[in-house]
């Protein structure tokens, strides 16, 4: 596998980590007890942090990514593997 086949899975995975880790941590202005602004949605997070997603988003696609690797290179799974896949008919 070379090194761009790897950065654009890694990419793709942080991308799809960082939407997961998105809605953990986070508290409305209800449950924080800050008054809502005008305009602003019940439902508007009041303590976002970014960092802290970007952080957790980059340790779960470490993890997934070490397993996808591992993976590739041992052969655990494998499409033959898979029930109904017919590899080259």
Known sequence: MNWYAIFAIY?????????IMLP???????????????????????????GVVALR?????????GLYYANYV???VTLDMLPGYRGGQ
Do not use: Y
């Open 11 to 19: 990419f793709l995975m942080w991308v799809i980590s960082a939407f």
């Open 24 to 50: 953990f941590g986070l508290r409305t202005p209800d449950e924080t007890g800050e008054a809502l602004l005008k305009g602003q949605a019940d439902s508007a997070p009041s303590n976002f942090r970014p």
């Open 57 to 65: 988003a980059t340790i779960l696609s470490t993890l997934i990514f």
């Open 74 to 76: 041992q052969g655990w």
